[in-house]
């Protein structure tokens, strides 16, 4: 017999049992390759991608299989009924939730579930203050102009002087240092002139004295103390120059400013009690200039406080951009009413309430678009919360002094937590948009699937329409917020 067969009739018994187990070892191998092949392709960033947000959106309905089941809220809503959803975020950061709306057959008259969310109380929201009284600041009249008021001394004013004048480029703010010529001084207040601004700062001149005289300075002090002499030059000094040379501030127009930089640093270089006036102010109708120059001496005014604790040798009070901003309109409106730009801010706020919050978060929103919508939402909320009487007292510029950090500050301000107070507010503005405009609050219908972003602290509404519905809401991550139910 040939060796190669001698070999198979030698290994034939016992090869044959071996070899089937190899081969069926081999295939079961395969399959589990290629199972693992399909699973990473599943799971593939590219490929399936639609697949699972489909499942998502499935899941959401039912939060014991839901991606995050603790991330899930559910209430049901009768006819008419609205709900919110208020974002307690104040660091300012996006916030992404699916919404999901099925038929509901019966609604009990009950409405929500009072231990997760419930009817709002919003009784007892301040309206703020009326007037107030307190010292009005004695303003130094310059050489050959009017006083507001009884001059105490002359000061000479230097005939030029350099500023680092606001400029709005890019929809952001810049500065650029200029040099500026003395175009006089009403009431101590000395007016300087960028470049051909000189014309505008002439006619402004006689508008300040008017102002100056209507009290209204006197009334912001009596609120947030007196505006302090920074750099020494009797009075406060005016700036008059083109702040937007391009219009890129558009419908709503950048018309002035305070910098808390300018006061703070004011012992050195070309900061001091700095108001910018841009030139185009000189045309605005007499309304306007008086909510105007109100709104940027409550500016002052708090600037004045923050220094004041500098100089005291307490620490510094670091104070965010919107509570300054809102302060300041909330002065604005409760002493020369609301000024048209105001109102087209809340406009601006109703339209989209989710991406107008309170705190602005400029890496979530550009520098423009942030005085836009979000200056009516952070007002109003300060606004919802204040406690008047403190206002009333004219004790806020003490509490400036007195509170260790910003925290305790708003704290004393609104009377308690800021979140009851956020909550309260949102459903007080849900109710405003529903006597005047429903229109904007969009409507869930039955097996309706959505997703909202929302900005930091803000609320965004959703109204029910003729049938109940069972609604589900799901965040996408572990951010704080509520559901109300609004009962109209």
């Known amino acids: 017999m040939p060796r190669g067969v001698d070999l198979m009739a030698r290994h034939s018994g016992p090869a044959v049992p071996q070899v089937a187990w190899l081969a069926l070892s081999l295939f079961g191998l395969g399959l589990t390759l290629v199972a693992s092949v399909r699973a990473i392709d599943r799971t593939s960033p590219v490929q399936g991608t639609e697949n699972r947000t489909k499942n998502v959106v499935a899941e959401v309905a039912d939060c014991r299989t839901s991606a995050f089941p603790g991330r899930a809220k559910h209430c049901r809503l009768a006819p008419g009924d609205v709900v919110c959803l208020v974002s307690e975020d104040f660091l300012g950061s996006g916030h992404l939730f699916k919404v999901q709306a099925r038929r509901c057959d019966r609604v009990e008259s009950g409405g929500a579930d009072p231990g997760e969310f419930g009817m709002a109380d919003i009784a007892g929201l301040s309206q703020g203050v009326r007037t107030v009284g307190g010292g009005s600041r004695t303003f130094v009249a310059a050489a050959g102009d009017a006083a507001a008021g009884d001059a105490a001394e002359v000061v000479e004013l230097p005939s030029r002087r350099l500023f680092q004048l606001p400029r709005m480029s890019f929809d952001r703010a810049a500065t650029v240092l200029s040099e500026c010529e003395l175009a006089g001084a009403v009431g101590g207040a000395g007016v300087y002139c960028e470049g051909s601004a000189r014309l505008s700062a002439e006619r402004l001149r006689g508008r300040m004295a008017s102002f100056l005289a209507s009290g209204l300075l006197g009334c912001v002090e009596g609120v947030l103390g007196p505006v302090l002499d920074v750099d020494g030059s009797g009075g406060l000094t005016v700036v008059v120059g083109d702040l937007d040379p391009a219009g890129e501030s558009g419908e709503f127009p950048f018309w002035g400013c305070v910098r808390e930089t300018d006061f703070l640093g004011g012992d050195s270089g070309p900061g001091g009690d700095i108001l910018y006036l841009d030139s185009g102010v000189s045309e605005i109708s007499e309304s306007e200039w008086r909510s105007l120059l109100v709104h940027e001496l409550a500016h002052a005014a708090c600037f004045s406080r923050l220094l004041e604790r500098r100089l005291a040798g307490l620490s510094d009070l670091q104070v965010p951009r919107w509570f300054h901003e809102s302060l300041a309109h909330l002065v604005e409106s409760e002493f020369v009413g609301e000024s048209e730009l105001s109102k087209r801010r809340l406009e601006a706020f109703r339209v989209d309430p989710g991406i107008a919050p309170v705190v602005v978060n400029l890496q979530q929103m550009t520098w423009g678009a942030s005085r836009r919508g979000p200056r009516a939402s952070a007002s109003r909320f300060l606004r919802a919360g204040v406690d008047g009487e403190l206002l009333r007292s004219g004790a806020l510029a003490g509490v400036f002094r007195e509170s260790a950090c910003f925290e305790e500050l708003l704290s004393r301000l609104l009377g308690g937590a800021t979140e009851p107070v956020l909550r309260r507010w ?63």
């Open 426 to 488: 949102a459903a007080s503005e849900v109710r405003a948009m529903l006597a005047t405009g429903p229109h904007l609050i969009p409507q869930l219908s039955a097996d309706c699937v959505t997703e909202r972003r929302v900005l930091g602290t803000a609320f965004v509404v959703w109204r029910a329409g003729s049938e109940g519905l069972d609604v589900t809401v799901e965040a996408g991550d572990d951010s704080d917020w509520t559901l109300t139910v609004i009962r109209p």
